[in-house]
Nanobody, 125 residues
């Protein structure tokens, strides 16, 4: 059974940094493609970052050059380092896993069947 557990969320001021973690169990991280998504109140869930089995990342334009996705196979853990945070980054953040995704669909939630419960990030101005 695939399980994803996020942590690392919290409250920070604008310009600050956070690193979110997603510990995976029930499978080997290297066998899946992974993504980070977020959902703000009243808004649809959006893809933030994704990484394929080769380690190639993809980012939403809104977070490019500020967020970095990475993974540690030894710890079976996915990360996203978030720098220069803005109030508009405030949202619940989710990690997700998939066996594969089609090119161009890395940041689409429809590509991912497995989801964590989320961790809240709040950025104050």
């Amino acid at each position: 059974q695939v399980q994803l557990v996020e942590s690392g969320g919290g409250s920070v001021q604008a310009g600050g940094s956070l690193r979110l973690s997603c510990v995976v169990s029930g499978y080997t991280l290297s066998q899946y493609v992974m993504g980070w998504f977020r959902q703000a109140p009243g808004k649809e869930r959006e893809g933030v970052a994704a990484i394929d089995r080769r380690g190639s990342p993809s980012y939403a334009d809104s977070v490019k050059d500020r967020f970095t996705i990475s993974q540690d196979y030894a710890k079976n853990t996915l990360y996203v380092q978030m720098n220069s945070l803005k109030p508009e980054d405030t949202a619940m953040y989710y990690c997700a896993a998939a066996h594969w995704f089609a090119n161009g669909w890395q940041l689409s939630e429809r590509s991912y069947p497995y989801w964590g419960q989320g961790t809240q990030v709040t950025v104050s101005s």
